[in-house]
C-alpha cells in the first residue's frame, strides 16, 4: 500500500515538473528580446578613406580628390562624428594627397621646403576634433586647403 500512494506521488511529481517545463518553453518563445539588434541605415552616406597613421586619438586620413566639394565633405563630417560617437577624444586630419601626409612631419617641424608647405596647405582639406567632456565638437573644411575659405560645423551640424 504505502508502494502505491509513494508511486502516485512520484507520477503526480512527474506531472507538475513536466507542466513546469512546458510553461517554461512558452514563456521563453512568446517572450520580447531585452534589445533590439542595431541595423545598419542602409541610407546613411559614406565616404572612402584611408586611415594612413593612427597614433592615440590622432587619425591621418586620406580621401580621393573626387570627394573634396562641400556635399561629400559634410557627409564625411557626419561618418566620422558617428564613427567616434563613443570616444572621449578625437583628432582627424583629413588630406586629399598622400604627399601632404609624407611632408606633415616636415611642416610641424617648420623644417619644411617652400614647395612642401604649399602642397600640405594645398591638400590639408578637413579637421574633425572632439572632447567629449567639455562637449567640444567641430569639423572644419577647407575645400582649397589652408589660408582659403572655410566652412565650420558644429555637433548639432553633424547628427
Do not use: H, W
Amino acid at each position: 500500500m504505502a508502494t502505491s500512494k509513494f508511486k502516485k506521488f512520484l507520477k503526480g511529481c512527474g506531472i507538475l515538473f513536466g507542466l513546469f517545463i512546458l510553461l517554461c518553453i512558452i514563456a521563453i518563445a512568446t517572450s520580447e528580446p531585452s534589445e533590439e539588434p542595431v541595423v545598419a541605415d542602409e541610407n546613411v552616406q559614406t565616404i572612402p578613406y584611408e586611415t594612413v597613421s593612427s597614433s592615440g586619438n590622432t587619425d591621418l586620413i586620406l580621401i580621393s580628390k573626387e570627394y573634396v566639394n562641400a556635399d561629400d565633405m559634410l557627409v564625411l563630417g557626419q561618418q566620422l562624428a558617428r564613427e567616434n560617437e563613443d570616444v572621449s577624444f578625437a583628432y582627424v586630419s583629413v588630406f586629399s594627397d598622400q604627399q601632404a601626409i609624407d611632408v606633415r612631419d616636415a611642416v610641424i617641424a617648420a623644417t619644411a621646403t617652400p614647395e612642401q608647405d604649399v602642397l600640405y596647405d594645398l591638400y590639408f582639406v578637413g579637421q574633425y576634433n572632439k572632447n567629449k567632456g567639455n562637449g567640444y565638437e567641430e569639423y572644419v573644411v577647407r575645400l582649397d586647403g589652408i589660408g582659403t575659405t572655410e566652412t565650420t560645423y558644429d555637433a548639432s551640424d553633424l547628427k
